[in-house]
């Protein structure tokens, strides 16, 4: 019998321990009535001083002044007193809500404390799923998918709430598919800018690095093709236009597509423009050479200078170029010379 007494009784929340209440005056009713009992002794003294006696001269203006604190003494201290009484009134009511509100607090966690593990969980059910509601929502928000389908999972696992752990999925896979989406346009219109400037290396190096990033995207499968075409197609087209230009005796036009074009050939390719390559660089040696012997006839040494430059940078090993060279330092002299020349006349 004791042994299942002592059980019962440590079954039991520890009691509570009452507040003491003290009976006395607060500090603030002491100094207000103290406050009170000052402004009426001053009014009636005034009033007394006002109507000449305790030896003191008769004045009205002070008779009038002890009148006016005696009234505001009247009509303040009754109110200051109902409020004084509600006050101690709300205080005496409000100490035991306080006091059955914490024994409630203490009753509660010691019941909790009593159960197992599992019984807890089930009794915190219902704000550990809004809690794991609240957090998918977050990670959603911030585009953190890994981790909210990690979450969506512990939802459905755990707390059993497999149909609301659908729909965060679908709005998840739906969020992903959106945003990923988007990401494959942003760097698919990257690469196109590259075909247009024509920096086929760097775009090969952006498809695969977009191929690498979204590689479950059906709309990346085939970006290094997509390069390669693109290259084809205008390799063909500066062929095209070098065999056109040369036909046509274009031949500044079509140097300078040659030059362009042997950035896309290879030796194999290249032998079948050879014969026509040579045609336009004799053409265009011989052009060169012709304006550079017209710029000198005509002393125009500034023009003649710029030629003779032109000659042996394009053609370096030809005889011509040699004679030029001979020729330049002359010319560069009397081109740097013609202009005070010009002033002197």
Same mark, same amino acid.
């Given at each position: 019998?004791?042994?299942?007494?002592?059980?019962?009784?440590?079954?039991?929340?520890?009691?509570?321990?009452?507040?003491?209440?003290?009976?006395?005056?607060?500090?603030?009713?002491?100094?207000?009535?103290?406050?009170?009992?000052?402004?009426?002794?001053?009014?009636?003294?005034?009033?007394?001083?006002?109507?000449?006696?305790?030896?003191?001269?008769?004045?009205?203006?002070?008779?009038?002044?002890?009148?006016?604190?005696?009234?505001?003494?009247?009509?303040?201290?009754?109110?200051?007193?109902?409020?004084?009484?509600?006050?101690?009134?709300?205080?005496?009511?409000?100490?035991?809500?306080?006091?059955?509100?914490?024994?409630?607090?203490?009753?509660?966690?010691?019941?909790?404390?009593?159960?197992?593990?599992?019984?807890?969980?089930?009794?915190?059910?219902?704000?550990?799923?809004d809690l794991l509601c609240r957090a998918i929502e977050e990670?959603?928000?911030?585009?953190?998918?890994?981790?909210?389908? =990690?979450?969506?999972?512990?939802?459905?696992?755990?707390?059993?709430?497999?149909?609301?752990?659908?729909?965060?999925?679908?709005?998840?896979?739906?969020?992903?598919?959106?945003?990923?989406?988007?990401?494959?346009?942003?760097?698919?219109?990257?690469?196109?800018?590259?075909?247009?400037?024509?920096?086929?290396?760097?775009?090969?190096?952006?498809?695969?690095?977009?191929?690498?990033?979204?590689?479950?995207?059906?709309?990346?499968?085939?970006?290094?093709?997509?390069?390669?075409?693109?290259?084809?197609?205008?390799?063909?087209?500066?062929?095209?236009?070098?065999?056109?230009?040369?036909?046509?005796?274009?031949?500044?036009?079509?140097?300078?597509?040659?030059?362009?074009?042997?950035?896309?050939?290879?030796?194999?390719?290249?032998?079948?423009?050879?014969? =026509?390559?040579?045609?336009?660089?004799?053409?265009?040696?011989?052009?060169?050479?012709?304006?550079?012997?017209?710029?000198?006839?005509?002393?125009?040494?500034?023009?003649?200078?710029?030629?003779?430059?032109?000659?042996?940078?394009?053609?370096?090993?030809?005889?011509?170029?040699?004679?030029?060279?001979?020729?330049m330092d002359g010319i560069l002299s009397k081109?740097?010379?013609?202009?005070?020349?010009?002033?002197?006349?």
């Amino acid at each position: 019998m004791e042994r299942a007494a002592s059980q019962s009784s440590s079954s039991q929340p520890p009691a509570v321990p009452m507040p003491v209440r003290r009976n006395g005056p607060t500090p603030a009713a002491v100094f207000g009535f103290a406050a009170y009992t000052f402004v009426l002794v001053a009014a009636i003294g005034l009033i007394l001083a006002g109507a000449g006696a305790l030896g003191f001269s008769a004045q009205t203006e002070v008779r009038v002044a002890g009148y006016i604190g005696l009234f505001l003494f009247l009509t303040t201290a009754p109110l200051a007193w109902m409020l004084a009484v509600r006050g101690r009134t709300e205080a005496r009511d409000r100490l035991p809500r306080q006091v059955e509100a914490l024994a409630d607090a203490v009753r509660l966690l010691h019941d909790q404390s009593a159960l197992s593990d599992d019984a807890r969980r089930v009794l915190n059910r219902r704000v550990e799923r809004d809690l794991l509601c609240r957090a998918i929502e977050e990670d959603i928000q911030t585009e953190n998918w890994d981790a909210a389908i =990690v979450l969506c999972n512990e939802l459905a696992g755990r707390f059993g709430y497999r149909a609301e752990a659908e729909e965060f999925r679908a709005r998840i896979e739906a969020g992903r598919a959106e945003i990923q989406d988007r990401r494959v346009r942003e760097s698919i219109a990257n690469l196109d800018g590259l075909i247009v400037q024509r920096r086929w290396d760097a775009a090969l190096q952006e498809a695969a690095r977009v191929q690498r990033l979204f590689p479950e995207s059906p709309k990346v499968e085939r970006l290094r093709e997509r390069v390669t075409q693109a290259r084809n197609v205008y390799k063909e087209d500066l062929e095209r236009r070098f065999l056109d230009a040369a036909n046509q005796s274009r031949i500044d036009e079509a140097m300078a597509l040659l030059k362009e074009l042997d950035l896309y050939l290879i030796e194999t390719e290249a032998e079948e423009f050879r014969e =026509v390559a040579r045609g336009v660089i004799g053409k265009a040696r011989e052009n060169l050479g012709a304006q550079f012997k017209i710029a000198v006839r005509d002393r125009r040494w500034s023009a003649a200078a710029a030629l003779g430059r032109r000659i042996i940078a394009e053609f370096p090993n030809t005889r011509m170029a040699a004679e030029v060279r001979g020729m330049m330092d002359g010319i560069l002299s009397k081109a740097n010379a013609q202009p005070e020349t010009v002033e002197a006349r």
